[in-house]
């Protein structure tokens, strides 16, 4: 017998003694064991799938949160307007009253200018109240003027007469307009034998 | 609220009797299998069953994971093979076995029976020289006709490796009976 004849007469030795069959107990035992543990619940970490399962949940809660802060950070706001009046408040308070100018057609901006100014001499440090006039924005340049005026009247540069002075002229002026002259046009009839034609004028 | 709750505690019933219903289908087959592997190394009927019980009765909690029948027996198969490895190790009761064995005392009466015991005592201890890794793959192999491919599924392990592993075997077997 050679080598190889013994070996495979080894390994047919091993397929034989490994044909060897369980009890049927074995089944029964097992099902038994499996039987008398205890039940398990719906969070019970050996649970079948437990774990698994643990790690999805975690993930679908991240990503919900995820969408939620997106959806918050997204979201169109409204922008309240910039508080204008703490600008004009801000300017310095003239010592003493000042005479308003009669100016008969002022525009509604400025009234609510001057009404404004007057309100930041009188109060100065005082907070806007929550029911105040309608705000009005005021260019840098009309700020400007406002305050070079109260300057001016605060030293008397600028009283009530210096707006009366001022002549304003209502009277529209007078276009004279030339006399039209058109010169006569004069058509000479062409020259025919037959006649019986003239000068028309 | 409450009808999403009911929904999904009846899918989680489901799939419970959905897995013991497979374990119950499976039982045979795999005790089979998972008492063979630890008989390779225990060669003890009664150590061979427990530990195949204890395999089963923990495969029976893996089973939520291991739903696909192939990853299931490579489990099953590995399982008890350590399990089996260690109780061979921490067994007292092994070398009690052992010694009786080989006493005298054992010697069948009849000729073919002490042939059988000859041979047996000499294929054991011929599997018992091979290293672990090539010694699972032979067993393996003798288990239910398993070839090649099947014994690579079992293990994990790609087709090539395991034929190297028993042609090593072989070599290693032939080496030893000179």
């Given at each position: 017998m050679n080598q190889d004849d013994r070996i495979e007469e080894l390994l047919n030795d091993l397929d034989a003694a490994l044909s060897v069959e369980p009890s049927p107990a074995v089944a029964a035992k097992v099902r038994a064991r499996i039987a008398s543990e205890p039940a398990r619940g719906w969070?019970?970490?050996?649970?079948?799938?437990f774990v698994g399962q643990t790690f999805r949940s975690a993930g679908y809660a991240v990503v919900l949160v995820i969408a939620v802060a997106a959806a918050y950070l997204m979201w169109p706001r409204t922008t309240p307007a910039p508080k204008v009046p703490e600008q004009m408040s801000s300017m310095a308070p003239a010592p003493g009253p000042i005479a308003t100018p009669?100016?008969?057609?002022?525009p509604a901006t400025m009234t609510s200018v001057a009404s404004s100014v007057k309100t930041a001499r009188t109060q100065p440090a005082r907070a806007v109240p929550a029911a105040r006039e309608p705000e009005v924005l005021v260019s840098p340049a009309t700020r400007l003027a406002i305050a070079q005026l109260s300057a001016a009247a605060r030293d008397g540069r600028v009283t009530a007469e210096s707006f009366s002075a001022t002549p304003v002229s209502t009277e529209l002026d007078v276009i004279t307009v030339a006399p039209i002259v058109i010169d006569v046009i004069k058509i000479e009839p062409p020259a025919t034998n037959s006649g019986g034609g003239g000068t028309v004028r | 609220m409450d009808e999403f709750a009911d929904r999904l505690a009846g899918t989680l019933v489901s799939a419970d009797s959905t897995i013991e219903r497979e374990f119950e289908a499976g039982l045979p087959e795999w005790s089979r299998l998972a008492f063979r592997v630890a008989y390779s190394v225990l060669r003890q009927r009664e150590d061979a069953e427990d530990v195949a019980q204890d395999t089963l009765t923990k495969a029976h909690r893996q089973l939520g994971q291991l739903r696909d029948r192939e990853r299931l027996r490579g489990w099953l198969v590995r399982m008890s093979w350590r399990m089996a490895i260690d109780k061979r190790g921490s067994d007292a009761r092994r070398v009690v076995r052992e010694q009786a064995a080989t006493e005298p005392d054992s010697v069948p009466s009849s000729e073919d029976a002490v042939l059988s015991v000859e041979r047996s005592a000499r294929l054991w201890k011929a599997i018992d020289s091979l290293s672990e890794k090539l010694r699972i793959v032979v067993v393996l192999a003798s288990i239910e006709g398993h070839d090649v491919a099947a014994v690579a599924a079992l293990l994990g392990l790609p087709e090539g490796t395991v034929k190297s592993r028993l042609f090593e075997a072989r070599k290693q077997l032939r080496e030893r009976l000179q």
């Open positions: 969070l019970t970490w050996h649970r079948p799938g009669p100016v008969p057609d002022r | -």
